[in-house]
């Protein structure tokens, strides 16, 4: 089931770029409206999300693998179903969230922002960014910053079955982000109206909705 997470993921990530906009299209275009000469911006752009990258698929590997270690030790390998069908609630719950229904993924956020508090200082001694090569850590750091989508593709790295499942998974999740979080760097935020759209942000969510729906239906078939 990697090669359909992964995709999945991928989805998830290219569905979710208005939502991505809002919680890290900010930093990049305050990071790409510092920099002095246009054709300089992209290096920066793309170590900065080839960082933020990085740190999505190094929280993958860790919970996929921490779930697959816990699951073989305690002999409970079949409730990857059930892990799996809560998968599919964090996706439904998200395209709720995506189409302004239900906000609850907010209070999620809420309780990852302790952890950002401590992390979130780092961010002041990369800046200004002197060189491209400061911008991968700086990506580094935001690769943590509390986020809804980001938590919705990490309950699918935990069903992964290993580390490298479980990193692939969010490594397809980053893949997704990216197209929109290069072109908000390079456009700043001309982009963000459009991708904000109700109406895009209710198609979105529904497909979302149906993917979510076909995951939770396979989980249940295997749990009956």
Not at 133 to 157: D, I, K
């Amino acid at each position: 089931m990697t090669n359909v997470d992964f995709i999945g993921a991928l989805i998830i990530g290219l569905l979710g770029a208005g939502h991505c906009l809002g919680m890290c299209g900010g930093v990049a275009a305050a990071m790409s409206l510092g920099i002095p000469s246009q054709k300089a911006k992209w290096p920066y752009l793309l170590l900065y999300n080839l960082g933020r990258i990085s740190s999505y698929t190094l929280a993958g590997a860790m919970i996929g693998g921490a779930v697959a270690s816990l699951l073989a030790l305690s002999d409970l390998t079949q409730h990857l179903a059930v892990l799996r069908l809560f998968a599919a609630i964090m996706m439904l719950l998200l395209a709720a969230y995506m189409a302004q229904i239900w906000n609850g993924l907010s209070y999620i956020e809420r309780m990852g922002s302790k952890l950002w508090r401590f992390i979130s200082p780092l961010t002041s001694k990369l800046m200004p960014l002197r060189s491209p090569l400061y911008a991968y850590p700086f990506g580094l750091v935001w690769g943590w910053l509390p986020c809804g989508l980001v938590y919705s593709a990490l309950s699918w790295a935990a069903v992964a079955g290993s580390a490298s499942g479980g990193g692939l998974v969010m490594l397809g999740f980053g893949l997704g982000t990216l197209p929109a979080m290069l072109t908000v760097g390079a456009l700043a935020e001309r982009v963000k109206p459009i991708l904000n759209n109700h109406l895009l942000r209710l198609i979105c969510a529904t497909m979302l909705a149906l993917y979510g729906f076909y995951t939770a239906y396979s989980a249940l078939k295997l749990l009956i």
